[in-house]
């Protein structure tokens, strides 16, 4: 199995469900879509990317956030714009994109790796170019991360002038303290609110020893996208169905709107069953039990 770090550096079961539960739909605020982040089956895509889209689409999600683009290879060679169209003919849109920009993020990095990545995102209908890891050596002290987050911002303004904005999606690193702060609280604090946007990886806050809730407050409407995967109760480092875990996902979703979420992706890294069968099983209890709950 391909890690993040690894991988890095180189519509009949929504039926089913409104049968048993009729009051889903109207009980949607905002008609919240589910999403995933395309990552959880990166085992599966080199199968068959096409048909992972299908079963996406047949487990109920709407929405998903790409990762894997590369200025050679595109999306597993399918361009941007055609993996929109494969998209929208099974009523799926990518709201987000995962692009690593550590050619960027390196002392004396230039903006060309960057722009290709936005272009890519606007091709493909992004709302958000989000980078999703941090590699070590730009993050070794509070110098560091201000430097990054002087990147951050600059990101940002080019994104705005592509019609897409940026945010950042965490691990639990991030939470290390550094002297009196963090790595993550100095990102929080030294970017433009305006501009740099948070995807919340609840399941590492949760392993930082993080109170999503809390961040909430704190930060209203800093966390436009999260992440929501589940903590294996007898084995915190593994993951397991929304639901099925040690994470009180019922309290976060009722104070979602102080986050300022507008989309809700799943992420699974690991798997105990067959994984459509989990995707199924996560999208169907979000939809059935932590979206009424959203106020």
Not at 53 to 81: L, T
Not at 106 to 126: Q, S, T
Not at 139 to 162: G, V
Not at 212 to 232: A, L, Q, S
């Amino acid at each position: 199995m391909i890690s993040r770090r690894n991988f890095m550096q180189q519509a009949g079961l929504v039926t089913a469900v409104m049968l048993v539960r009729p009051n889903i739909l109207c009980s949607e605020p905002k008609q919240r879509k589910v999403g995933i982040q395309l990552y959880t089956l990166r085992d599966e895509i080199g199968k068959d990317l096409k048909r992972v889209i299908v079963k996406i689409a047949e487990a109920g999600y709407k929405e998903i956030e790409m990762f894997g683009f590369s200025k050679k290879d595109k999306f597993w060679g399918i361009e941007p714009r055609l993996l929109k169209d494969i998209l929208a003919s099974h009523q799926l849109t990518s709201p987000s994109g995962h692009y690593g920009l550590d050619e960027y993020l390196a002392p004396g990095g230039k903006e060309d790796d960057l722009k290709v990545n936005i272009e890519a995102g606007a091709a493909l209908g992004h709302s958000y170019l989000t980078v999703p890891y941090l590699d070590d050596r730009f993050r070794r002290s509070a110098d560091d991360y201000k430097k990054i987050a002087e990147k951050f911002n600059k990101a940002a303004e080019l994104c705005k002038k592509s019609g897409l904005r940026f945010a950042y999606h965490n691990h639990d690193f991030e939470f290390e303290a550094i002297g009196n702060t963090t790595g993550y609280d100095i990102l929080l604090k030294e970017t433009d609110p305006s501009l740099v946007k948070f995807e919340l990886d609840i399941y590492w806050a949760v392993r930082g020893k993080k109170d999503p809730v809390k961040m909430f407050n704190d930060h209203p409407g800093r966390f436009t996208m999260w992440h929501v995967k589940d903590m294996d109760r007898a084995k915190p480092e593994l993951n397991t169905e929304i639901g099925k875990g040690s994470i009180d996902y019922k309290k976060i979703f009722a104070v979602a709107e102080v986050s300022g979420v507008e989309h809700i992706l799943v992420e699974q890294e690991n798997f105990s069953i067959d994984p459509y069968d989990s995707i199924t099983e996560s999208c169907s209890y979000i939809k059935g039990s932590l979206i009424p709950l959203m106020k």
